[in-house]
């Protein structure tokens, strides 16, 4: 059974629709600035990729957000512009929510737990372990969509969400639901996130935000963090025609694999991360040529990168990974963690619907292990007609989308 993208919603550090998001990467804007949520006083980083100008009560009104954390109220926010694009959905049993987080609650356990030092264990908030826990943002969709199918929240670090998306598209495809809200929600942009990441030193200590997030760059020291939700409604292609709902993209292909090597650091050869791009392409039934653009995990830490390049290549061959466009939005966006592959999938479909390939914005120190197209610094126009979207996590997870741009057939 066919499965296609019918409602996007993203909150992010680029703007809180999906329109503004695209919009940006379009124009190379990188939104990563000076961390303004928390003091930095101790800390070697001081950059992040923070969201802006969110105010939750806009989105949820007064109540939700004092029940919530910040990554579930993102994911809240985010499900009413896809659910509004999409004109709604079918709720009941064939509607299924699969809805990430890499983290969780980190903010309101960061919280929580001073509270427990400084006053006891009588003053923790009975809201703890609700807002903490990693399913909630997907439980709160359920309940808000009536979502009585399945109800799942796939945690794979960095390919969450990617996971999510497939997950759900393998679930409509074999036709136990006919929609599916899919995607990814993080909010670890607090002292708490910032320095377990950093002590890892996978994060960029730049105090330049043109120069901190730099994937594929000689001069790469890491990745920033970023924040934010991106949720999709996925559906077979019988219930979009159906309901005479508008289709963004068709998911062609998913893969999945594990590295098994080692907990933070990807298989140097990259031939994890190929297996589950080759699975992803073939079962969208593509060839390696026919593939357009990839939207690459390229976090901008020295192994992912390196292994990242030699995975394309052994995905796609070496002679046409050389000839296929590759950026990474991460540039922009900064590192979302469990919500990066979310929002990254929706800027893989605006790239296959505009026919425009975001750049890879702060590339400029070519790396000789990194010897592929990265589009750097500027966007391009491109006929696109398949894109792989890659996402790995820590762990050795690795997570492929194969998307399709939608042509009415």
């Not at 990430?100 to 809201?127: A, C, F, N, T, Y």
């Not at 309940?143 to 996971?163: D, E, Q, R």
């Not at 068709?250 to 650091?265: L, Q």
Request: negative net charge.
């Amino acid at each position: 059974m066919r499965v296609v993208i019918t409602g996007m919603g993203v909150i992010s550090p680029l703007g809180l629709t999906v329109s503004d998001f695209w919009n940006s990467l379009k124009g190379g804007v990188v939104g990563i600035g000076r961390i303004e949520g928390f003091d930095t006083a101790g800390l070697e980083v001081s950059l992040a990729a923070e969201v802006k100008n969110f105010d939750p009560e806009f989105f949820l009104g007064r109540k939700e957000p004092r029940r919530t954390d910040r990554f579930s109220q993102f994911a809240l926010s985010a499900a009413l512009e896809a659910m509004k694009n999409a004109g709604g959905a079918p709720s009941g049993p064939r509607l299924g929510v699969i809805v990430s987080s890499g983290v969780g609650g980190l903010k309101i356990m960061e919280e929580q737990i001073l509270v427990m030092d400084k006053k006891g264990p009588d003053r923790v908030s009975p809201l703890f372990i609700p807002e903490m826990i990693s399913n909630m943002a997907a439980g709160l969709l359920a309940i808000k969509y009536g979502a009585t199918g399945l109800c799942s929240c796939v945690v794979t670090a960095c390919a969450s969400s990617v996971n999510a998306i497939g997950e759900g598209y393998r679930n409509v495809s074999h036709g136990y639901m006919d929609a599916c809200i899919v995607g990814g929600a993080d909010a670890c942009i607090n002292r708490t996130g910032i320095s377990g990441f950093a002590a890892m030193t996978t994060l960029s200590t730049s105090s330049d935000p043109a120069r901190a997030s730099i994937p594929f760059d000689l001069e790469r020291g890491g990745f920033v963090m970023g924040e934010g939700s991106g949720i999709l409604l996925i559906e077979s292609l019988e219930s979009a025609l159906a309901r005479n709902t508008e289709i963004f993209a068709e998911i062609a292909g998913y893969g999945v694999s594990c590295d098994a090597y080692h907990m933070t650091s990807p298989r140097p050869d990259g031939s994890g991360a190929a297996a589950a791009m080759a699975m992803a392409v073939a079962e969208a039934g593509a060839a390696p040529g026919e593939i357009s653009y990839v939207n690459a995990h390229g976090t901008g830490t020295g192994p992912n990168d390196t292994a990242e390049t030699k995975a394309i290549k052994a995905a796609l061959g070496e002679e046409v990974a050389r000839k296929t466009p590759i950026s990474s939005t991460k540039s922009m966006t900064g590192h979302l963690l469990g919500a990066a592959g979310a929002i990254e999938t929706i800027a893989t479909v605006m790239a296959l619907r505009d026919g425009f390939i975001p750049p890879t914005a702060g590339l400029k120190v070519p790396d000789p292990e990194c010897d592929l197209d990265y589009v750097p610094i500027e966007g391009r126009k491109a006929d696109l007609r398949y894109a792989l979207n890659n996402s790995f996590g820590f762990g050795g997870h690795n997570a492929v989308l194969c998307l399709k741009r939608w042509d009415g057939r």
